[in-house]
């Protein structure tokens, strides 16, 4: 029996770690953060028979535990192979660590858009936050992202920069010209010309002496434009 059972605490024993001279863990029933040894930066009760610092899961006491544990914080993941899990509950990321340990898949496991935190009244912030208390508790200890998903305006991903996140999938959806999927040559031709080419830094000749009639290929694919596709592509998403 461990010092935290005989001291009447039940923790989950993934999550105890000790790091630079402190313990910390969580606690199992109403989820707790305990600390053991130098508290200072965290806010809680005192366990008397254990000497823990008991902590509610505030975003305090998470950017406190952040600062402490390096590893609870996400990180970009580069060009490693990566899943997004999108818990929409807040509840679910000790399973997705079950999920992805051993596959060397590398996990983004705070994943969100606006709109989804709109439906699910939650912030960036408490998506980060409640991810990060499923790493702590599942004892995940290698690198993880944080992705702020659909961003389609400036001011959406404000939000989540000051949160800490690591990824920002861009959602141009609201400038995508759909009716180039139908449109006849002269208008896709006319919508070709008139885009930004200045800003570009380039031309609709440009545009096709680099790719028509040019083989591209993509590992195991080939992709070849000819000229009506590229203008359509063009036209379509600018």
């Keep these: 029996m461990s010092h935290l059972e005989l001291a009447g605490l039940s923790a989950y024993p993934e999550s105890r770690v000790d790091y630079a001279g402190s313990t910390y863990f969580m606690t199992r029933g109403e989820r707790m953060l305990g600390v053991i040894g130098e508290s200072a930066g965290f806010e809680g009760t005192?366990?008397?028979?254990s000497g823990a610092l008991l902590c509610p899961l505030t975003p305090a006491n998470a950017a406190?535990?952040?600062?402490?544990?390096?590893?609870?914080?996400?990180v970009?993941?580069?060009?490693?192979?990566?899943?997004?899990?999108?818990?929409?509950?807040?509840?679910?990321?000790?399973?997705h660590v079950l999920a992805v340990r051993g596959t060397g898949i590398a996990p983004v496991f705070a994943q969100q858009s606006v709109r989804e935190n709109a439906?699910?009244?939650?912030t960036p912030q408490q998506v980060l936050d409640d991810a990060m208390w499923g790493v702590f508790q599942a004892g995940w200890?290698?690198?993880?992202?944080?992705?702020?998903?659909?961003l389609k305006t400036p001011a959406d991903a404000e939000a989540f920069a000051a949160a800490g996140y690591t990824f920002y999938t861009i959602d141009p959806g609201d400038h995508v010209d759909n009716?180039?999927?139908?449109?006849?040559a002269a208008t896709l031709t006319a919508k070709v010309d008139t885009l930004p080419w200045d800003i570009?830094?380039?031309s609709a000749k440009d545009l096709e002496e680099r790719y028509l009639k040019v083989l591209l290929r993509l590992g195991r694919f080939n992709?070849?434009?000819?000229?009506?596709v590229l203008l359509r592509a063009a036209a379509k998403y600018g």
């Design 200 to 202: 570009l830094d380039s």
């Design 223 to 228: 992709l070849y434009f000819d000229r009506p």
């Design 76 to 95: 970009p993941l580069g060009l490693r192979t990566s899943a997004g899990f999108g818990d929409r509950l807040g509840l679910a990321t000790p399973g």
């Design 119 to 122: 439906r699910t009244h939650r």
């Design 179 to 184: 009716a180039a999927d139908t449109d006849p």
């Design 64 to 74: 406190a535990l952040r600062r402490r544990l390096p590893w609870l914080n996400p």
């Design 141 to 150: 200890r290698e690198p993880w992202g944080a992705d702020a998903d659909h």
């Design 46 to 49: 005192r366990h008397e028979a």
